[in-house]
């Protein structure tokens, strides 16, 4: 073992699924990739036969968690589709309506600061430098670093709202079926 590692932690990041089976090799594989990837490059990422590749990514496919483009050879990408579907899922069916609600206030209220700090209506609508140039107290990467979480705090909010709406859909036909 070497000195990085620790006893019973997680693997390194370079062979994070390495001793996990050819599904869970696959599937860590698809999550880190970015791009469309032929299915010959998942199985050596994945250090599996391609063919064993291509069966996992057709029930990926099939289960919506990879998108496959067709072509020669025929590419496959993560589906982030499926990932932010499943994340308000998990969301609705963990907190209340009340508890979601909360949580849309407290962040429609830090996208306000944000809003009122920057006098803009979305982080892409700031010119980080004119900012800096026009500030003595703030830095380009505190800048950067508010816009960051600003754009995360619209995304978060946008997901919660979701789940809150699926929550109440949910809570209300149980309520009157």
């Not at 370079?14 to 998942?42: C, H, K, M, W």
């Not at 590749?53 to 499926?82: Q, S």
Request: proline share 5%.
């Amino acid at each position: 073992m070497s000195n990085s590692e620790s006893p019973g932690g997680p693997p390194p990041f370079d062979d994070a699924f390495r001793g996990d089976d050819v599904e869970q090799r696959i599937y860590g594989t698809i999550l880190q990739t970015r791009e469309p990837t032929t299915a010959s490059a998942i199985a050596k990422r994945a250090e599996c036969d391609p063919k064993t590749a291509r069966k996992y990514l057709g029930w990926f496919t099939d289960l919506g968690i990879v998108t496959r483009h067709e072509g020669h050879p025929a590419t496959y990408e993560r589906n982030n589709a499926y990932f932010e579907w499943r994340r308000i899922n998990q969301l609705a069916s963990e907190h209340s309506v009340e508890d979601l609600q909360q949580r849309v206030q407290e962040l429609t209220a830090r996208i306000s600061g944000y809003e009122e700090r920057y006098d803009a209506s979305t982080p892409a609508a700031v010119d980080a430098v004119a900012v800096t140039d026009a500030s003595d107290d703030q830095t380009i990467d505190e800048v950067y670093s508010d816009l960051g979480e600003w754009a995360t705090a619209r995304e978060e909010r946008q997901r919660y709202e979701r789940a809150r709406q699926q929550r109440a859909d949910t809570d209300g036909e149980q309520v009157s079926g």
